[in-house]
């Protein structure tokens, strides 16, 4: 470790100790997510499972509630339910990372963990340099950093070149880059290496204003290749997409296309873009399989610069939270996400309420209130059911069954009004809510829809009410860890 890196480090662990107090003591810090100790967190990097521990690191700036030269934080679990806050992964320390190491992935080569991620570099007038660049553990605590192993393309493509994810196949490796060509047009480069060292680059897979595609954004960040049922799914971020209606109506999107990668010619063949999940907050998700051959997600919850400096956690000096891990799997060509099953081990006290007449007047129930909670809502018959849930008076889920629509309205941290996501689901039969103090994750059949956000209700009401058409069954857990 150079002497610059352990002053980094122990700059930032200072920042920890310095404000652990004011950050621990807000109401809304969260009771089963994963936090940072102070300052910002936004994207997930590096998942893996490494000798049966599950890894999780996470861009992370320690010194500021907005975002600047970002460390990698660092997480570990036996079981994706309880998580250890581990010692910090990498600083920016050297020359190719001084501003930022930025994000990246993990794999397992030779009984080491290897990160590969990008280091950001900036000039006095501010014109970004990128490398892509490569750091070995052999405990995956402890990283010795290898330096650059890609550099900018000479030619075709600006310096937002970024976010790196590596994987095996057939005994070779590939890295998938998010990327803006010179046209400022976002796409997914495709490289290959049979060292991990020494990189070749394929072509690019997809992109804005490609074959399969008009006007698609001018930065695709976060790119994720992954295989599902005999077909390759591209997970990306695309950034700059106009809203259509009900879609596209964050700043920036997290999607999905299905299809197939041509390993030789580098090109992807896939449908339309899908996104992945349809509430506020919700960005750079990263996947990886663990052993017991389960795809799993995380997600950031949060949103590059849409309102983050209206967070009221900033006053206690911290901002943002990752997603629950959620299991994938592609059924018709669609993405479902399932709460991984070891979530089960925060349920607490179960509360059930049967058959529950619904009705335009709102009904609450004592027993079923609260800050940090699982709702189970099931119909309890053969006919459809339209529900509204009305939670801390901050936020609603709504299902209409004669329009066909889902949405999640809440009162926004940044104006104090309404404001509505929505997508269109053909029928209801089940929706399973996750409360966790100032977060909410709704999953519709089985994660055939999904809604993430952040909300803040006043300390003060916990209360949860039902209205709707129909009859249901409501199911409620106190979750704690």
Known sequence: MTEREQQLIHAAYAEVEKHQEKVESDYYRLKYHMMPPVGLLNDPNGFIQFNGTYHLFYQWNPFKTGHGAKFWGHYTSADLVHWNHEKIALAPSEWFEKNGCYSGSAVEHDGKMLLFYTGNVKDEEGNRESYQCLAASADGMHFDKKGPVINLPEQGYTAHFRDPKVWEKDGKWYMVIGAQSEAEEGKVVLYRSANLTDWELLGEMTGSNSEQLGEFGYMWECPDLISLDGKDVLIVSPQGLAPEGDLYNNLYQAGYFVGSLDYETAKFSHGAFTELDRGFEFYAPQTTEDDKGRRLLFGWMGMPEENEEDHPTIEHGWIHTMTLPRELKLINDKLYQIPVQELTKLRQTETTAENI?????????????????????????????????????????????????????????????????????????????????????????????????RIYPEKSNQKISFSGQGNVSIKKWELSL
Do not use: M, P
Not at 369 to 389: C, N, P, Q, V, W
Not at 434 to 442: P, Q
């Open 357 to 453: 007449q619904l009705s335009n007047e709102a009904q609450s129930f004592e027993e079923i209130a609260g800050d940090a909670l699982e709702l189970l809502i099931t119909s309890s018959g053969s006919r459809e059911f339209s529900i509204e849930i009305n939670i801390h008076d901050n936020a609603k889920v709504i299902y209409n069954a004669d329009d066909k629509k889902l949405s999640l309205e809440r009162i926004s941290f940044a104006n104090g009004n309404w404001e509505r996501r929505r997508c269109e689901l053909a029928s209801l039969s089940e929706l399973r809510i996750f409360l966790d103090t100032s977060s909410v994750e709704i999953f519709a059949n089985g994660g055939e829809e999904v809604f993430t956000a």
